[in-house]
């Protein structure tokens, strides 16, 4: 399928998502919203992709916030009745059940920033800035900044940079916990394809239900999380992915994987 947007590439396992709008820092309007679900919902059917990588076109920006110029004469009626933003938890976040990684180059601000942490990790390039900088336009964040960043790096931070605007750097990103790893811009698409190749040869099943298990932490309390986990290992037990990964272990070989 071919995108207006968007860029999409298959490498092996790996689906390589990249936002394609680089005159405007790959911000993100309905259609990029509109082709993100469909790429993610093919990426989700296909049973030979296992895990996704998405990034920026350009070496400037992931992504520079939502689309500014689609929002500026639009009224408030229309974002209610639109219920706008929605889409990116209910029709994104919550229909992918497979893991995925945001690789971010550059500038991920306001929504792009959002967008990086509906990923389920974030390798950063060492230009990488994050920041929330929608106080500046009189609105605020409308894709999950105020929780999403909150949840990640703590109140101090998060308010901070909600109230200021100001952007914090790939280093203080990556010691706040925001992103996993900080790498330099050149190496950064080879590290995370490298790191997604990584997640793709997994167990598929016991990478879902990891991914399940990590965002359930979010949701519960301790004991009912605890009881979610074990309960999923507890599944997993019946699998032949974990006869084949025990025997393996056994016999000192790689698994073979069979996705049940
Ligand atoms: N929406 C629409 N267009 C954008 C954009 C955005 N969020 N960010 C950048 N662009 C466009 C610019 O308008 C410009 O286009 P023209 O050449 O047609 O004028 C082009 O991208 C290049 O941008 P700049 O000339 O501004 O580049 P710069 O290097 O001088 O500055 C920047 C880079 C600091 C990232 C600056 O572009 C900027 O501040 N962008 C806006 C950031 C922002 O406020 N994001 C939040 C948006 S609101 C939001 O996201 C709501 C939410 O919570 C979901």
């Keep these: 399928m071919t995108y207006e947007t968007i860029l999409t590439h298959h490498d092996g396992a790996v689906t390589l998502i990249t936002l394609n709008r680089p005159q405007a820092l790959n911000a993100l309007n309905t259609t990029v919203l509109e082709e993100l679900i469909a790429a993610f919902a093919e990426f989700e059917r296909d049973d030979g992709q296992r895990c996704a990588v998405l ?10 916030g939502a689309d500014i110029k ?6 408030t009626a229309a974002f209610y009745g639109e219920d706008f933003f929605a889409g990116w938890t209910s029709r994104l976040v919550k229909a992918v059940r497979k893991p995925w990684i945001a690789a971010v180059n550059g500038f991920a601000l306001g929504g792009g920033c959002e967008v990086a942490m509906m990923a389920d990790f974030i390798i950063a390039s060492d230009n990488a ?4 900088p929608e106080i500046k336009l009189g609105v605020a964040p409308g894709m999950g ?19 200021t605007g100001r952007m914090m750097d790939a280093a203080e990103a990556e010691r ?31 990478a879902m239900m990891s ?8 949701e519960t309390t301790l004991d009912q999380g605890l009881l979610a986990e074990r309960r999923m290992f507890q599944v997993l037990t019946a699998t032949e992915d974990k006869a084949e990964g025990m025997a393996a272990f056994v ?10």
């Design 176 to 206: 706040a916990g925001l992103v996993s790893r900080v790498v330099p811009l050149a190496e950064l698409m080879d590290d995370a394809m490298a790191t997604a190749r990584t997640v793709a040869g997994m167990p598929p099943l016991a």
């Design 55 to 64: 990034t920026g076109s350009g070496e400037k920006a992931f992504a520079a």
């Design 70 to 75: 689609e929002m500026a004469d639009k009224p």
């Design 145 to 163: 900044g105020s929780q999403r960043l909150t949840r990640a790096v703590g109140k101090a931070k998060a308010m901070e940079m909600c109230l």
């Design 251 to 260: 016999e000192k070989r790689p698994g073979q994987w069979k996705g049940r």
């Design 129 to 132: 800035q994050f920041g929330q």
């Design 211 to 218: 991914k399940e298990m990590v965002d359930m932490a979010f």
